[in-house]
């Protein structure tokens, strides 16, 4: 079984640029998160989909950011415009229950680099 | 959830075992112990999880303290292929599955 999928796996932009990133996560896993970690930091959520729908989008950390999962399958996280500060490790993962029991499985990353 | 505390880094020899502690002495009851780990360029892989038993995989064992207020993750034979950065993790039974990672612990495993 195919394991997260994400794509670019590596992205260098200029600032004020926009990048999508895409994450392809388990077939039959409801369940998505995005996480992300800067320069220095510790990995931090970003938001969590229950299929097409966002659960929490408590850790996105400006309008710059936009997630989407139409469909319920694939997400894209654009950032528009990109700034320096963006730069980092975008990690998506996906799980079937959602719950406190469940394990998360996770891709690996888009590195996200903005000049 | 409540906050874990680990040391910063360990080392091992290769072919020994590891013992990796966390303190997480603001454990609620119903709060699960999980822990991850990150090895070098990929994205954070889970190891184990409990709640109040010791619990074992194919991976680790997990021994919880009998006050929950700590628990340790056991690599009973350290390859080169386990270092990585470990993550303790507490988990309310109810929380939708966020994950709050802390700093970790650098597992260095020397050949």
């Known amino acids: 079984e195919a394991g997260v999928t994400q794509f670019p796996s590596h992205s260098v932009i200029e600032k004020g640029q926009t990048v999508t990133l895409r994450c392809d996560p388990i077939?039959?896993?409801?369940?998505l998160y995005w996480y992300r970690r800067v320069m220095g930091k510790e990995i931090k959520f970003l938001l969590h989909f229950v299929k097409e729908s966002k659960q929490d989008e408590s850790g996105m950390p400006n309008n710059r950011f936009l997630a989407e999962r139409t469909g319920g399958t694939y997400s894209t996280l654009k950032v528009q415009p990109a700034e320096l500060e963006d730069s980092g490790v975008y990690f998506c993962?996906?799980?079937?229950?959602?719950?406190?029991?469940?394990?998360?499985?996770f891709g690996p990353g888009t590195r996200l680099t903005v000049l | 959830d409540a906050k874990t505390t680990q040391p910063n880094s360990m080392e091992s020899n290769e072919e020994e075992p590891v013992h990796l502690p966390c303190n997480h002495s603001?454990?609620?009851?119903?709060?699960?112990i999980h822990w991850y780990r990150q090895l070098p360029s990929q994205g954070p892989e889970y190891v184990i999880h409990?709640?109040?038993s010791n619990v074992n995989n194919r991976m680790a064992s997990l021994a919880i303290a009998e006050d929950r207020k700590s628990s340790t993750l056991i690599l009973h034979r350290a390859t080169l292929r386990d270092a990585a950065v470990y993550y303790c993790i507490l988990i309310l039974w109810s929380n939708t599955g966020k994950l709050i990672f802390g700093q970790g612990t650098t597992l260095q495993v020397k050949p």
């Open positions: 409990g709640l109040t």
């Open positions: 603001t454990i609620s009851g119903t709060d699960y």
């Open positions: 993962a996906s799980s079937q229950l959602g719950a406190g029991t469940d394990t998360q499985y």
């Open positions: 077939s039959g896993h409801d369940n």
